[in-house]
Each structure stands twice: as C-alpha cells, then as structure tokens.
C-alpha cells in the first residue's frame, strides 16, 4: 500500500524566490497591470511558474477522472461477480439440503443393526484419531517430531477424528418428537 501511495505522489514544483517576468518589468507597466484586470490574467497566464502549475493541476484532473471511471468500471464487474456468487451460494445451499435429505432417507432405509455397526465402528475410528493426535502433541512436547512433521501428523489425525465423527453422527438415526 504505501508503494502504491508513493508512485501516485506527485512532488509540486518549487516556488521560485523571484519571477523575471515582473522584475523586468517598468513601474509604470506593473502600475497598468494592476488597474487592468483582464491584462494581469493575461500576463499572469504567461508567467512560467503558472503555466507548470496548471499544467500539473490539468494533468492531475485527468489522471483522477481517469480512475474514477476505472473504479466505477472495476465496481460494475465487482457487482456482477458478487450477483454470480450469491446466486451460486443459494444453488449450493440448495443442492447441499437435496444431498443431506438424500442421505438421511438412505440412511433410514438401512437396518438398525447396520446403522448401529457403522456408528459403532466410525466412532472407534474417531477415539484412534483422538488418541493418535494426543500422542502426537506427547511426541512433539518430548522433542522427537520437529514442527513440520508434527504438523502434518497432527493435522492428518484431527482430519480423520472429524472426518469420522461426522460419519458416526450420519448413521445415528433421526430422533422423532411426540
């Protein structure tokens, strides 16, 4: 961000200590430059350290209208984009509700003693994984994992300790209220 910021300064010209336009100037010139006010903003239009000043000021214009409207242009495409992506979210959310009801009646089509069997068994997987990513931190605290290899270990055990937690928690049959 602040080498964006330094590439957009544009450092101002100095101020000159004097202007040879109006020091070579006679009294009497100046003296009818002052009582003229559509001469002084002829002759202060020549003057060189104003025409680089509003040279800069025009050109700073222009690079500001400039990415305005590539703002507003990157705004339209942020917009459609974000439309696409809600859209998308909602044809997610309902094709995640189709899977899950899909599921849930397969599931209540099984037998209760192959419902029982799967959640007994994915729940024994999860306590290994919980047990095994205990022993992992042991490891990692007693110094003979280093951190790499504690990561992935770790990381690998909880992803199957919740992996099959969810597993177990699909095969528990749906509790009807009376």
Not at 87 to 101: K, M
Not at 127 to 145: H, M, Q, V, Y
Request: glycine share 2%; proline share 3%.
């Amino acid at each position: 961000e602040e080498e964006v910021l330094e590439t957009m300064a544009v450092p101002l010209p100095e101020i000159p200590g004097s202007f040879g336009e109006v020091e070579s100037m006679t009294e009497d010139e100046a003296r009818a430059l002052l009582e003229d006010d559509l001469a002084f903003a002829d002759f202060f239009d020549t003057i060189k350290a104003v025409q680089g000043m509003r040279d800069l000021r025009d050109s700073l214009r222009a690079s500001n209208i400039k990415l305005a409207k590539d703002i507003l242009a990157d705004r339209d495409g942020f917009e459609t984009a974000r439309a696409q992506a809600l859209v998308a979210r909602t044809q997610l959310t309902q094709a995640l509700d189709d899977y899950q009801a899909n599921q849930r009646r397969a599931v209540a089509k099984l037998p209760s003693d192959v419902r029982a069997a799967a959640v007994d068994h994915h729940r024994e997987k999860a306590d290994l994984a919980d047990t095994k990513s205990d022993d992992i931190c042991d490891r990692f605290k007693a110094n003979t994992l280093d951190l790499a290899e504690w990561h992935r270990a770790y990381r690998d055990a909880r992803l199957d300790y919740h992996t099959n937690a969810a597993l177990a928690h699909v095969f528990v049959p749906p509790r009807h209220h009376r």
